[in-house]
Antibody, heavy 125, light 107 residues
Framework: EVQLLESGGGLVQPGGSLRLSCAASGITFSNYAMAWVRQAPGKGLEWISLISGGGAGTYYADSVEDRFTISRDNSKNLLYLHMNSLRVEDTAVYYC??????????????????WGQGTLVTVSS | DTQMTQSPSSLSASAGDRVTITCRASRFIGSYVNWYQQRPGRAPRLLIYAATSRQSGVPSRFSGSSSGTEFTLTIGSLQPEDFATYYCQQSYSTPQTFGQGTKLEMK
Protein backbone atom coordinates (compact mmCIF):
# COMPACT_ATOMS: atom_id res chain seq x y z
CA GLU A 1 0.00 0.00 0.00
CA VAL A 2 1.31 3.44 -0.92
CA GLN A 3 1.53 5.81 2.04
CA LEU A 4 2.74 9.34 2.57
CA LEU A 5 3.37 10.68 6.06
CA GLU A 6 4.13 14.35 6.68
CA SER A 7 5.89 15.73 9.73
CA GLY A 8 7.55 18.91 10.92
CA GLY A 9 4.60 21.24 11.30
CA GLY A 10 4.10 23.44 14.32
CA LEU A 11 3.96 26.99 15.62
CA VAL A 12 6.53 29.47 14.34
CA GLN A 13 6.89 33.23 14.62
CA PRO A 14 6.65 35.50 11.59
CA GLY A 15 10.02 35.65 9.84
CA GLY A 16 10.95 32.22 11.14
CA SER A 17 11.82 29.00 9.36
CA LEU A 18 10.53 25.46 9.34
CA ARG A 19 11.28 22.25 7.45
CA LEU A 20 8.52 19.83 6.54
CA SER A 21 9.21 16.21 5.67
CA CYS A 22 7.14 13.63 3.83
CA ALA A 23 8.06 9.96 4.14
CA ALA A 24 6.92 7.73 1.29
CA SER A 25 6.44 3.97 1.41
CA GLY A 26 5.12 1.34 -0.97
CA ILE A 27 6.50 2.95 -4.15
CA THR A 28 9.72 3.28 -6.12
CA PHE A 29 10.05 6.85 -4.94
CA SER A 30 12.39 8.15 -7.63
CA ASN A 31 9.92 7.18 -10.37
CA TYR A 32 7.46 9.86 -9.32
CA ALA A 33 7.43 13.61 -9.14
CA MET A 34 6.10 14.92 -5.84
CA ALA A 35 4.30 18.07 -4.79
CA TRP A 36 3.27 20.20 -1.84
CA VAL A 37 -0.27 21.60 -1.65
CA ARG A 38 -1.55 23.71 1.21
CA GLN A 39 -4.93 24.68 2.60
CA ALA A 40 -5.42 27.69 4.83
CA PRO A 41 -8.08 27.31 7.53
CA GLY A 42 -11.52 27.28 5.94
CA LYS A 43 -10.08 27.96 2.49
CA GLY A 44 -9.45 26.04 -0.73
CA LEU A 45 -6.46 24.12 -2.01
CA GLU A 46 -3.34 25.97 -3.14
CA TRP A 47 -0.62 24.31 -5.23
CA ILE A 48 2.74 25.53 -3.98
CA SER A 49 5.56 23.39 -5.37
CA LEU A 50 6.51 20.40 -7.53
CA ILE A 51 9.76 18.45 -7.89
CA SER A 52 10.63 15.94 -10.60
CA GLY A 53 11.48 12.33 -9.81
CA GLY A 54 15.22 12.91 -10.05
CA GLY A 55 15.06 16.22 -8.25
CA ALA A 56 16.47 18.38 -11.04
CA GLY A 57 13.20 20.07 -11.95
CA THR A 58 11.57 22.31 -9.35
CA TYR A 59 8.58 24.61 -9.70
CA TYR A 60 6.96 27.10 -7.33
CA ALA A 61 3.87 29.21 -6.88
CA ASP A 62 4.50 32.94 -6.98
CA SER A 63 3.38 33.22 -3.35
CA VAL A 64 6.32 31.13 -2.08
CA GLU A 65 9.00 31.64 -4.76
CA ASP A 66 12.31 32.73 -3.20
CA ARG A 67 11.12 31.78 0.31
CA PHE A 68 10.39 28.05 0.06
CA THR A 69 12.63 25.31 -1.34
CA ILE A 70 11.46 21.85 -2.32
CA SER A 71 13.95 18.97 -2.28
CA ARG A 72 14.04 15.20 -2.03
CA ASP A 73 16.34 12.40 -0.90
CA ASN A 74 15.56 9.40 -3.07
CA SER A 75 17.89 7.15 -1.07
CA LYS A 76 15.64 7.71 1.98
CA ASN A 77 12.26 8.08 0.23
CA LEU A 78 11.89 11.55 1.70
CA LEU A 79 10.42 14.77 0.35
CA TYR A 80 11.14 18.10 2.01
CA LEU A 81 9.83 21.64 2.06
CA HIS A 82 12.20 24.22 3.51
CA MET A 83 10.23 27.32 4.48
CA ASN A 84 11.95 30.61 5.26
CA SER A 85 10.69 34.13 5.99
CA LEU A 86 7.36 32.73 7.07
CA ARG A 87 4.33 35.01 7.08
CA VAL A 88 1.03 34.86 8.92
CA GLU A 89 -0.62 34.06 5.59
CA ASP A 90 1.47 30.87 5.29
CA THR A 91 -0.64 29.36 8.08
CA ALA A 92 -2.19 26.24 6.59
CA VAL A 93 -2.32 22.48 6.53
CA TYR A 94 0.45 21.33 4.22
CA TYR A 95 -0.10 18.16 2.20
CA CYS A 96 2.47 16.22 0.24
CA UNK A 97 1.14 14.48 -2.83
CA UNK A 98 2.41 11.90 -5.30
CA UNK A 99 1.93 12.39 -9.03
CA UNK A 100 0.45 9.64 -11.16
CA UNK A 101 3.59 9.41 -13.30
CA UNK A 102 1.49 8.80 -16.39
CA UNK A 103 3.73 10.77 -18.72
CA UNK A 104 7.28 10.87 -17.33
CA UNK A 105 9.06 11.69 -14.11
CA UNK A 106 8.82 15.46 -14.60
CA UNK A 107 5.43 15.60 -12.91
CA UNK A 108 4.15 18.01 -15.52
CA UNK A 109 0.62 17.20 -16.71
CA UNK A 110 0.07 14.59 -13.97
CA UNK A 111 -2.66 14.49 -11.36
CA UNK A 112 -2.05 13.76 -7.67
CA UNK A 113 -3.25 10.28 -6.83
CA UNK A 114 -1.91 9.78 -3.30
CA TRP A 115 -1.96 12.39 -0.54
CA GLY A 116 -0.58 12.48 2.97
CA GLN A 117 -2.76 13.30 5.97
CA GLY A 118 -1.35 16.83 6.20
CA THR A 119 0.68 18.73 8.79
CA LEU A 120 -0.42 22.04 10.29
CA VAL A 121 1.86 25.05 10.15
CA THR A 122 0.82 28.02 12.25
CA VAL A 123 2.66 31.32 11.83
CA SER A 124 1.85 33.63 14.71
CA SER A 125 3.54 35.84 17.25
CA ASP B 1 -0.84 32.08 -14.41
CA THR B 2 -3.82 30.08 -15.57
CA GLN B 3 -6.96 30.86 -13.57
CA MET B 4 -9.55 28.14 -12.99
CA THR B 5 -12.97 29.62 -12.37
CA GLN B 6 -15.17 27.04 -10.69
CA SER B 7 -18.94 27.27 -10.34
CA PRO B 8 -21.09 27.14 -8.40
CA SER B 9 -19.26 27.83 -5.14
CA SER B 10 -21.96 25.93 -3.27
CA LEU B 11 -24.78 23.64 -4.25
CA SER B 12 -27.70 22.11 -2.34
CA ALA B 13 -29.03 18.81 -3.58
CA SER B 14 -30.75 15.64 -2.42
CA ALA B 15 -29.68 12.03 -2.54
CA GLY B 16 -30.47 10.64 -5.98
CA ASP B 17 -30.06 14.00 -7.75
CA ARG B 18 -27.76 14.52 -10.72
CA VAL B 19 -25.38 17.44 -10.23
CA THR B 20 -22.88 19.23 -12.43
CA ILE B 21 -19.89 21.34 -11.44
CA THR B 22 -18.03 23.44 -13.98
CA CYS B 23 -14.52 24.86 -14.28
CA ARG B 24 -13.50 27.34 -16.91
CA ALA B 25 -9.82 27.89 -17.66
CA SER B 26 -8.48 31.35 -18.50
CA ARG B 27 -6.38 29.94 -21.37
CA PHE B 28 -5.79 26.78 -23.36
CA ILE B 29 -4.92 23.82 -21.12
CA GLY B 30 -5.66 20.88 -23.39
CA SER B 31 -7.30 18.11 -21.39
CA TYR B 32 -5.06 18.48 -18.38
CA VAL B 33 -7.78 18.91 -15.79
CA ASN B 34 -8.21 16.81 -12.69
CA TRP B 35 -11.05 16.65 -10.17
CA TYR B 36 -10.75 15.97 -6.45
CA GLN B 37 -13.20 15.32 -3.63
CA GLN B 38 -12.46 16.49 -0.10
CA ARG B 39 -14.45 15.51 2.93
CA PRO B 40 -14.14 17.61 6.13
CA GLY B 41 -10.88 17.00 7.97
CA ARG B 42 -9.60 14.68 5.26
CA ALA B 43 -7.04 14.89 2.49
CA PRO B 44 -8.29 15.35 -1.07
CA ARG B 45 -9.07 12.26 -3.16
CA LEU B 46 -8.49 12.04 -6.91
CA LEU B 47 -11.69 11.31 -8.83
CA ILE B 48 -11.04 12.21 -12.48
CA TYR B 49 -7.78 12.87 -14.32
CA ALA B 50 -7.06 14.11 -17.82
CA ALA B 51 -10.58 15.59 -17.95
CA THR B 52 -12.44 12.32 -18.54
CA SER B 53 -10.55 9.36 -17.03
CA ARG B 54 -11.96 7.91 -13.84
CA GLN B 55 -9.39 7.02 -11.18
CA SER B 56 -9.28 3.39 -10.11
CA GLY B 57 -11.85 2.64 -7.41
CA VAL B 58 -14.01 5.69 -8.11
CA PRO B 59 -17.69 4.83 -8.64
CA SER B 60 -19.05 5.07 -12.16
CA ARG B 61 -21.56 7.76 -11.15
CA PHE B 62 -18.64 10.23 -11.33
CA SER B 63 -17.78 11.40 -14.84
CA GLY B 64 -15.86 14.22 -16.47
CA SER B 65 -16.21 16.01 -19.77
CA SER B 66 -14.68 18.92 -21.59
CA SER B 67 -15.41 21.42 -24.31
CA GLY B 68 -12.61 23.82 -25.18
CA THR B 69 -11.65 25.54 -21.98
CA GLU B 70 -14.75 24.45 -20.06
CA PHE B 71 -14.60 21.30 -17.96
CA THR B 72 -17.42 19.54 -16.15
CA LEU B 73 -17.70 17.05 -13.32
CA THR B 74 -21.02 15.22 -13.17
CA ILE B 75 -22.28 13.04 -10.34
CA GLY B 76 -25.00 10.84 -11.80
CA SER B 77 -27.03 9.95 -8.71
CA LEU B 78 -25.92 11.47 -5.44
CA GLN B 79 -25.15 9.14 -2.58
CA PRO B 80 -24.91 10.28 1.07
CA GLU B 81 -21.12 9.98 1.01
CA ASP B 82 -20.86 12.37 -1.95
CA PHE B 83 -21.69 15.45 0.11
CA ALA B 84 -18.27 17.06 0.24
CA THR B 85 -16.23 19.79 -1.43
CA TYR B 86 -14.99 19.35 -4.99
CA TYR B 87 -12.01 21.00 -6.67
CA CYS B 88 -10.75 21.15 -10.23
CA GLN B 89 -7.04 21.53 -10.97
CA GLN B 90 -5.11 22.29 -14.14
CA SER B 91 -1.82 20.43 -14.58
CA TYR B 92 -1.00 21.82 -18.03
CA SER B 93 1.36 24.54 -16.89
CA THR B 94 3.14 25.69 -13.77
CA PRO B 95 2.20 27.15 -11.46
CA GLN B 96 -0.53 24.55 -11.43
CA THR B 97 -3.77 25.96 -10.08
CA PHE B 98 -6.95 24.79 -8.39
CA GLY B 99 -10.46 26.12 -8.71
CA GLN B 100 -12.00 27.79 -5.67
CA GLY B 101 -14.01 24.71 -4.76
CA THR B 102 -17.68 23.71 -4.79
CA LYS B 103 -19.29 22.73 -1.50
CA LEU B 104 -22.02 20.18 -2.12
CA GLU B 105 -24.54 20.21 0.71
CA MET B 106 -27.55 18.13 1.48
CA LYS B 107 -30.86 19.88 0.85
Amino acid sequence: EVQLLESGGGLVQPGGSLRLSCAASGITFSNYAMAWVRQAPGKGLEWISLISGGGAGTYYADSVEDRFTISRDNSKNLLYLHMNSLRVEDTAVYYCAKTTGDYDTSGLYDAFDIWGQGTLVTVSS
Amino acid sequence: DTQMTQSPSSLSASAGDRVTITCRASRFIGSYVNWYQQRPGRAPRLLIYAATSRQSGVPSRFSGSSSGTEFTLTIGSLQPEDFATYYCQQSYSTPQTFGQGTKLEMK
